[in-house]
C-alpha cells in the first residue's frame, strides 16, 4: 500500500513528505489556461518544465471542465495531466479553479453560471450585480465542497501507482474588494 502525501513536523518545521520521505519542491506555476488542452501540455508545457529541472508543477484545475453537465463528472481532463505528469517524471499540485478565482466565478460550470437565482452573485453597495457568486451564497459553497471532495477521492482511487498527486485540489481563496460592499472573504471550504 502506498503513502499519501502529507506535512509533518519535524523539529517543530512543518516538512512535506512524499513517499515516507521529505521532499522539496521546485516547482512551477502554469498558465491558468495551458492545461485545459492536454495535446499543447505534451508538446509545449512538460517538455519545458523538465528543461527547468522542477520536480513538480502547480497546475489549475477547472470546476468548469469536470462538471460540465450538473452530477455527472468527466475525469478525462484530470486523468490526462496525471498521466502525462507521470510520464514527464514530474509530481503535480491541483490548484483548484471552482468558485472563484481572481475574485470572479469565472471557472464555475455554465449551469451555474445560468442559475442566478439558486447562485446569487456579489453586490455592490449600490445593488449592481458583479460577475461572482457570493461567498454567502450556501448552495454555491456546498457544491463547490462536493466536488473538491469526490475529485480529490476519485484521483486518489484511480491515479497510477505508486502514488496520486502531491496535493489535490487547493482551493483558491477569494478576496472581494470592501467597495464592492462585501467584507474581504477566505476561501470558505475547507482543504479536505
Known sequence: MHQIPQIKSDNGIPTLYVKGEPFFC????????????????????WPALKELHLNTAIVPMYWECLEPVEGSYDFRLADGLIAQAREAGIHIVFLWFGLWK??????????????????????????????????????AV??????????AAKTEETSPKPAPPIVAPVPVAIDIDKTLGNAVYSEMVAFR
Open 142 to 151: 456546498e457544491k463547490d465542497a462536493v466536488v473538491d471532495t469526490d475529485t
Open 102 to 139: 481572481n475574485a470572479e466565478s469565472m471557472y464555475v460550470p455554465g449551469w451555474m453560471k445560468a442559475d442566478t437565482v439558486t447562485y446569487f452573485r456579489a453586490e455592490k453597495v449600490s445593488g449592481e450585480k458583479i460577475n461572482t457568486i457570493s461567498p454567502l451564497c450556501t448552495a
Open 26 to 45: 521546485l516547482s512551477g506555476e502554469i498558465h491558468n489556461s495551458s492545461s485545459s488542452n492536454l495535446d499543447y501540455m505534451a508538446g509545449h508545457v
